[in-house]
């Protein structure tokens, strides 16, 4: 029996994360989902264990960059996956250091390329 990979999700649009966590759940992959950025950092301070981070970039309090940043600090190979409807016009490069996998999504995303993207910059793909 494989163990799932751990994915730490934060998203603002609840009913968005409601489905996407129920895809990824029926893809194998164990969600702990996040209202916002800051209670996904609040989840990883508190000893939130996750292999993955999916993340918006726009939502209230703490967004998907300085999420990104905050948590790389710490784990500067996580892998991430950026869920955006608005993508920087200057790509994944102003999203991070380049240390880790970073894979952009634009929304509306299908559950496929979503569980493909979570794979390969978990290098399962």
Do not use: C, N
């Amino acid at each position: 029996m494989t163990i799932p990979l751990r994915v730490l999700m934060a998203e603002d649009e609840w009913l968005a994360a409601e489905v996407l966590a129920e895809g990824l759940e029926d893809a194998g992959f164990a969600v702990l989902s996040a209202p916002d950025g800051q209670a996904a950092l609040e989840l990883a301070a508190a000893g939130a264990v996750f292999d993955l981070l999916l993340t918006d970039l726009r939502m209230p309090r703490l967004d998907g960059r300085e999420l990104i940043a905050r948590l790389r600090a710490e784990r500067p190979d996580l892998p991430v996956v950026v869920m955006t409807g608005f993508p920087p016009p200057e790509g994944t490069g102003a999203l991070h250091d380049g240390q880790g996998p970073l894979r952009l999504l634009t929304k509306p995303i299908e559950i496929a390329p979503l569980v493909a993207a979570l794979r390969a910059v978990a290098g399962i793909a």
